[in-house]
């Protein structure tokens, strides 16, 4: 009985430590990759830096995302969007969006926690 509540107790301590070893999401950045609304991501994926800036803003209700380095299109959860549209909104560029996004992919699509539109 005793080495059964001893395997219980390393059991339940494994639960504690866990969290405290690295298994918790480490978030990924998107360095200097094109922001495109989901309209016209498909579009412009050829030639993303002629996308405008009023283009995203007219488009904003479709949401956004980036194109990253291998060509792929990964949107942005609710809160990226948010995040998106007041980057874009202060931002002064035309064309060339770019923007360094940090957060976690889940498929193709990335939570966002920190975005900065160039």
Do not use: Q, Y
């Not at 339940?12 to 989901?38: I, K, M, Q, R, Y």
């Not at 291998?70 to 809160?79: R, S, V």
């Not at 969006?97 to 966002?112: M, N, P, Q, S, Y």
């Amino acid at each position: 009985m005793s080495r059964l509540i001893g395997l219980g107790s390393i059991a339940a301590a494994l639960l504690f430590v866990a969290p405290s070893t690295g298994l918790a999401f480490e978030p990924e950045t998107w360095g200097n990759v094109p922001l495109v609304d989901v309209s016209c991501s498909a579009k412009v994926k050829d030639k993303p830096d002629e996308h405008t800036r009023d283009c995203a803003l007219k488009c904003a209700d479709s949401g956004f995302g980036v194109i990253a380095a291998d060509g792929t299109f990964l949107k942005f959860d609710k809160a990226g969007n948010d995040k998106a549209l007041a980057a874009l909104k202060e931002s002064k560029a035309k064309d060339h969006v770019r923007a360094t996004v940090t957060g976690e992919r889940k498929g193709d699509t990335i939570t966002v926690e920190k975005i900065e539109v160039k």
